[in-house]
């Protein structure tokens, strides 16, 4: 099976072809769907990711975010900062390291759990707050795919701080206030973003955007070469 993309395929022919062919199934059984086609196959992954096919149609893009992310990507450097380790566990490496890209939370650090505790409000809220301090969030790709509270904060950050993110992905999943915190997010047309309509959502989703905004980014790049 011939790609152009190297970096960000599967290691091995078998796991190329598994996914390829999940990839065909997908698009064969999706149905109808109003995605771009470069923001479709960011849908695709997510869909492939938890076999639902209820993300063709939750999955909302600001009209910047697929651009804004990849030039973000291939730019080099552009921080990751993420509202769980789960984040930075599940992104392949190596897909960063081609982009000099690196992975950063917050959340279990004493002096946030500390600030959370003092002041009574959540680790996600004080962890986005660190992330700012230090100035990490000028510029990044943001990933919350856990904690409502970390995407209103940055909402927050973005309306009174003047904090500009390259691009955010906020896909928090739950019950309380997760729906509410990605409308919220998609109401902001400074900063581009990806979000994930109502309660569905998770890290293993911001995952699999990010995956397929890298792919995307080398496929570019890639034809940028030839």
């Not at 000028?138 to 904090?163: D, H, K, Q, S, Y």
């Not at 500009?164 to 990605?182: C, D, I, T, Y």
């Amino acid at each position: 099976m011939s790609t152009i993309n190297t970096v960000t395929e599967q290691l091995t022919r078998a796991g190329q072809v598994i996914e390829h062919d999940s990839f065909a199934i997908i698009d064969a059984e999706v149905g109808s769907h109003t995605y771009t086609e470069s923001q479709w196959p960011i849908v695709r992954r997510m869909i492939h990711a938890n076999a639902d096919f209820d993300f063709n149609g939750l999955t909302d893009f600001h009209p910047s975010a697929v651009r804004a992310g990849i030039a973000a990507m291939l730019a080099g450097g552009t921080p990751v900062v993420a509202d769980v380790e789960m984040i930075c566990s599940g992104l392949s490496q190596p897909r960063l390291a081609h982009f000099g890209m690196k992975t950063h939370q917050f959340i279990s650090d004493p002096d946030v759990i500390d600030a959370a505790r003092t002041e009574d409000t959540t680790r996600a809220v004080q962890a986005m707050r660190k992330a700012h301090r230090l100035g990490l969030l000028e510029g990044a790709i943001v990933g919350i795919g856990n904690a409502p509270t970390a995407l209103i904060e940055l909402v927050r950050l973005i309306r009174e701080e003047g904090v500009r993110p390259a691009l955010v992905v906020g896909m928090p999943v739950g019950f309380v206030s997760a729906a509410e915190s990605k409308d919220l997010m998609a109401e902001v047309a400074e900063v581009p973003w990806i979000v994930i309509r109502g309660r569905k959502g998770g890290s293993t989703l911001v995952v699999a955007a990010l995956h397929a905004l890298l792919a995307l980014a080398e496929a570019k790049q890639k034809a940028g070469q030839a």
